[in-house]
């Protein structure tokens, strides 16, 4: 039914509902559920207020009315006692219905959130009802539902939404069938959909509430881990696989002979993995994380080694020239024993050089291709591709890696890194068609950088303790924010910032990179740093993913209160690459919000990259991750929250996995409504009506 035929919609408020928040059916209505709920049995007084207080009932009666300002600044404010203080309420629109309808002589109840205001309380926009018609009313939880300024200036806020909710569920032809396979619902003890939707809107208890939610957010993530594991199952069952059947003697020659150091259990675990996928009959798609230092490259060598006993050839894609010549300076000396072929190719190597490397790849005898974008020219032919290996596969773009994947007629094994710290369940659901491999140990001896907090007052401090730094021979980033929407101001602040520490530092040679420069002006700076040409770097993010430079031992993260913790932790990864002790100082300004306060805690609280993440994720939702977005995955999670409700979100994976096992043909009568719901659902989330 379109929403339009609900008491108190129509046609204009139908338009402003489906351009507003999607919602076009009644089924889309009643999934539009409240982000909180008020206890209407809770009266506050006045007198009680405090600051940060969230919504709160009070119960008096109005005094005095006026309209105040002119034209946009025009505001209807009225006085509002219960005996124990006063409070101003304010109305910025609707001001002719609002002021006609208030009163003199009656007792009000009253739902906001209060704010100090020149001295004195001021809600804004409040709820506001006739007390003794609102005590008459069935329930003691009342919901609240997120609306938009332009949905508010046509009156129609959150009370509006849950009287034409309420409007909705009582239409008595209105039917929630559930589509969840009836053993599924019973063995996880979950409410019928019908009572969880109603509950939901119309609570009667707390109790009652936390079960319906429960139903619900079980609901999205076992519809969310359906799809992925049906798009996990279609793609392993689509490609027919290169078998890499024996570990032969290039792996087994350089783990013996001539690897440096042993590798962690993390790392033989994941090498694990990934030998068991190579030796199967399907394309490997799997997703390798592991933190800044963990040694995920090594890994890689030793994956491809484990081609290259199978006769095939391998390569690495880096997003950069300079993160590519880091893994050939690293790969190339630890294999030059094996007798093994390993080139680099980038858009520096041209002509006789670059010739040989193609006729080389072609033919066959090169064994491992590390290169940039130039490995996806079409020029670039394998004779045998057997893995390709993709650095912070986040940096390319989709049809970028089907380019490189289409480099052997049947399709090579695919590991694509990344050191950006995921938390494990949102890595599951992010990359439900990748497995996961995860590297949560870093290599011993390695030592953690010591993360301080220093206040723009400190800056003096600060400059004493890089001094002598710098008098000890450390070389330091100085690191500035670089954000889109502010780019000229920021790229000011650290030309700003560069000048200044140039007279600060005037003994000291400075280099300059940021990412208005062209890639080879930027790797030049790099390289100058790297080999001592300058003993401060002055940067903006672009070093985030970046060379090593083990003699960088100090960063300084300018307006840190600007990043995220996980780029926060990124960028702290650019140090302690080397045995010196290593310091980041995070520079913020005197005053900061408890968000912020927070989030610089955290990162002097600890190293761990995948407990950063959460935490970041905890303090700002999922976001984006890696570059994926949530409303990126294939199903819009309404209700569930991929960290917090992680406990739902295994059980509802292994449900999904159950359903799959017991109905690989997605034909059996007793799921027949749960396949159709999921073909429903679309990437927007908005869901089919609902009859």
Same mark, same amino acid.
């Given at each position: 039914?379109?929403v339009?035929?609900?008491?108190?919609?129509g046609?204009?408020?139908?338009?402003l509902?489906?351009?507003?928040?999607?919602?076009?059916? !009644?089924?889309?209505?009643?999934?539009?559920?409240?982000?909180?709920?008020?206890d209407?049995?809770?009266?506050? @007084?006045?007198?009680?207020l405090?600051?940060?207080?969230?919504?709160?009932?009070?119960?008096?009666?109005?005094?005095?009315i006026?309209?105040?300002?002119?034209?946009?600044?025009? +505001?209807?404010r009225?006085s509002?006692?219960?005996?124990?203080?006063?409070?101003?309420?304010?109305?910025?629109?609707?001001?002719?219905?609002?002021?006609?309808?208030?009163?003199?002589?009656?007792?009000y109840?009253?739902?906001?959130?209060?704010?100090?205001?020149?001295?004195?309380?001021? =809600?804004?926009?409040?709820?506001?009802?006739?007390?003794? #018609?609102?005590?008459?009313k069935?329930?003691?939880?009342?919901?609240?539902?997120?609306?938009?300024?332009?949905?508010?200036?046509?009156a129609?806020?959150?009370?509006q939404?849950?009287?034409?909710?309420?409007?909705?569920?009582?239409?008595?032809?209105?039917?929630?069938?559930?589509?969840?396979?009836?053993?599924?619902?019973?063995?996880?003890? &979950?409410? @019928?959909?019908?009572?969880?939707?109603?509950?939901?809107?119309?609570p009667?208890?707390?109790?009652?509430?936390?079960?319906a939610?429960?139903?619900?957010?079980?609901?999205?993530?076992f519809?969310?881990?359906l799809?992925?594991?049906?798009?996990?199952?279609?793609?392993?069952?689509?490609?027919?696989g290169?078998?890499?059947?024996?570990i032969?003697?290039?792996?087994?020659?350089?783990?013996?002979?001539?690897?440096? *150091?042993s590798?962690?259990?993390?790392?033989?675990?994941?090498?694990?993995?990934?030998?068991?996928?190579?030796r199967?009959?399907?394309?490997?798609?799997?997703l390798?994380?592991?933190?800044?230092g963990s040694? #995920?490259?090594?890994?890689?060598?030793?994956t491809?080694?484990?081609a290259?006993?199978?006769?095939?050839?391998?390569?690495?894609?880096?997003?950069?020239?300079?993160?590519?010549?880091?893994?050939?300076?690293?790969? @190339?000396?630890?294999?030059?024993?094996?007798?093994?072929?390993?080139?680099?190719?980038t858009?520096? %190597?041209?002509g006789?050089?670059?010739?040989?490397i193609?006729?080389?790849?072609?033919? /066959?005898?090169?064994?491992?291709?590390?290169?940039t974008?130039? &490995?996806?020219?079409?020029?670039?032919? *394998?004779?045998?591709?057997?893995?390709?290996?993709i650095?912070?596969?986040?940096?390319f773009? !989709?049809k970028?890696?089907?380019?490189?994947?289409?480099?052997?007629?049947?399709?090579?094994?695919?590991?694509?890194?990344?050191?950006?710290?995921?938390?494990r369940?949102?890595?599951?659901?992010?990359?439900?068609?990748?497995?996961?491999?995860?590297?949560?140990?870093?290599?011993?001896?390695?030592?953690?950088?010591?993360?301080?907090?220093?206040?723009?007052m400190?800056r003096?401090?600060?400059?004493?303790?890089?001094?002598?730094?710098?008098?000890?021979?450390?070389? %330091?980033y100085?690191?500035?924010?670089?954000?889109?929407e @502010?780019?000229?101001?920021?790229?000011?602040n650290?030309?700003? /910032?560069?000048?200044?520490?140039?007279?600060?530092?005037?003994?000291?040679?400075i280099?300059?990179?940021?990412?208005?420069?062209?890639?080879a002006?930027?790797?030049? %700076?790099?390289?100058?740093?790297?080999?001592?040409?300058?003993?401060? &770097? !002055?940067?903006?993010?672009?070093?985030e $993913?970046g $060379?090593?430079v083990?003699?960088?031992a $100090?960063? $300084?993260?300018?307006?840190?209160?600007?990043?995220?913790?996980?780029?926060?932790?990124?960028?702290?990864?650019?140090?302690?690459?080397?045995?010196?002790?290593?310091?980041?100082i995070?520079m913020?300004?005197?005053?900061?919000?408890e968000?912020?306060?927070?989030?610089?805690?955290?990162?002097?609280?600890?190293?761990?990259g995948? =407990?950063?993440?959460e935490?970041d994720?905890?303090?700002? /939702?999922?976001?984006?991750?890696?570059?994926?977005?949530?409303?990126?995955?294939?199903?819009?999670?309404?209700?569930?929250?991929?960290?917090?409700?992680v406990?739902?979100?295994?059980?509802?994976?292994n449900?999904?996995?159950?359903?799959?096992?017991?109905?690989?043909?997605?034909n059996?009568?007793?799921?027949?409504?749960?396949?159709? +719901?999921?073909?429903e659902i679309?990437?927007?989330?908005?869901?089919?009506?609902?009859?």
């Amino acid at each position: 039914m379109d929403v339009k035929y609900i008491k108190g919609v129509g046609p204009i408020r139908a338009e402003l509902l489906n351009k507003e928040l999607g919602i076009r059916t !009644v089924g889309d209505l009643l999934y539009h559920f409240p982000y909180r709920y008020i206890d209407r049995t809770e009266i506050h @007084s006045i007198a009680q207020l405090m600051e940060d207080m969230p919504y709160v009932q009070l119960k008096g009666q109005i005094f005095d009315i006026v309209t105040e300002g002119e034209g946009r600044k025009k +505001r209807l404010r009225a006085s509002f006692s219960d005996g124990t203080g006063w409070i101003d309420l304010v109305w910025f629109n609707q001001i002719k219905s609002i002021e006609k309808g208030l009163k003199y002589d009656k007792n009000y109840l009253l739902l906001g959130k209060p704010v100090m205001w020149n001295g004195r309380f001021s =809600i804004a926009h409040p709820d506001i009802e006739d007390a003794d #018609k609102v005590n008459a009313k069935d329930g003691t939880l009342q919901a609240l539902y997120h609306t938009t300024d332009r949905m508010k200036k046509s009156a129609l806020g959150s009370k509006q939404l849950q009287d034409i909710i309420s409007s909705a569920l009582d239409i008595g032809n209105i039917s929630l069938e559930d589509f969840l396979p009836s053993q599924l619902v019973k063995q996880h003890e &979950l409410m @019928s959909l019908d009572l969880a939707i109603r509950t939901l809107h119309r609570p009667t208890s707390a109790a009652l509430l936390a079960k319906a939610t429960n139903r619900m957010k079980f609901e999205e993530l076992f519809l969310l881990q359906l799809q992925l594991l049906k798009t996990a199952n279609a793609n392993s069952k689509k490609n027919i696989g290169l078998k890499c059947e024996r570990i032969g003697d290039y792996f087994y020659s350089f783990f013996y002979n001539y690897l440096p *150091f042993s590798l962690t259990d993390a790392q033989k675990r994941v090498i694990r993995e990934i030998r068991a996928d190579m030796r199967g009959p399907y394309q490997m798609n799997r997703l390798l994380q592991g933190d800044v230092g963990s040694g #995920k490259t090594i890994v890689a060598l030793l994956t491809c080694l484990i081609a290259i006993d199978n006769g095939y050839q391998t390569t690495i894609m880096a997003p950069t020239e300079i993160l590519a010549e880091q893994h050939y300076s690293l790969i @190339s000396p630890l294999v030059k024993g094996l007798e093994i072929n390993v080139a680099l190719l980038t858009g520096n %190597v041209k002509g006789a050089k670059r010739k040989e490397i193609l006729s080389q790849l072609k033919g /066959g005898t090169l064994n491992i291709l590390i290169g940039t974008h130039a &490995l996806i020219e079409p020029k670039v032919e *394998f004779k045998n591709l057997g893995i390709a290996i993709i650095d912070e596969q986040h940096r390319f773009g !989709v049809k970028q890696r089907a380019m490189l994947w289409s480099k052997n007629v049947c399709p090579p094994h695919i590991l694509v890194m990344t050191a950006t710290p995921i938390p494990r369940t949102l890595a599951m659901t992010v990359y439900g068609d990748l497995d996961v491999s995860i590297i949560d140990e870093l290599p011993p001896g390695r030592q953690p950088v010591t993360t301080l907090h220093y206040h723009e007052m400190d800056r003096q401090k600060l400059f004493e303790g890089i001094h002598y730094q710098l008098s000890m021979g450390v070389q %330091v980033y100085f690191v500035y924010p670089l954000i889109a929407e @502010s780019e000229k101001i920021d790229l000011k602040n650290l030309e700003e /910032g560069y000048i200044n520490l140039q007279e600060v530092f005037s003994e000291y040679k400075i280099g300059k990179v940021h990412g208005k420069m062209l890639p080879a002006e930027k790797d030049e %700076v790099m390289n100058d740093f790297k080999n001592g040409n300058y003993q401060i &770097l !002055v940067s903006t993010t672009v070093i985030e $993913v970046g $060379v090593n430079v083990p003699n960088a031992a $100090v960063m $300084v993260i300018e307006n840190a209160e600007r990043f995220g913790l996980s780029q926060l932790h990124q960028l702290r990864g650019r140090v302690g690459r080397g045995n010196l002790k290593s310091y980041c100082i995070l520079m913020t300004k005197d005053k900061l919000s408890e968000n912020t306060k927070r989030r610089i805690q955290v990162m002097t609280e600890t190293t761990d990259g995948f =407990i950063i993440a959460e935490e970041d994720m905890r303090l700002r /939702g999922p976001g984006d991750i890696d570059g994926t977005q949530q409303s990126g995955l294939p199903i819009n999670l309404k209700i569930a929250h991929l960290i917090k409700d992680v406990n739902i979100m295994e059980k509802a994976r292994n449900a999904a996995k159950q359903i799959l096992q017991a109905d690989p043909q997605y034909n059996l009568s007793a799921n027949s409504m749960l396949w159709k +719901r999921l073909n429903e659902i679309k990437k927007d989330a908005v869901f089919s009506d609902i009859s």
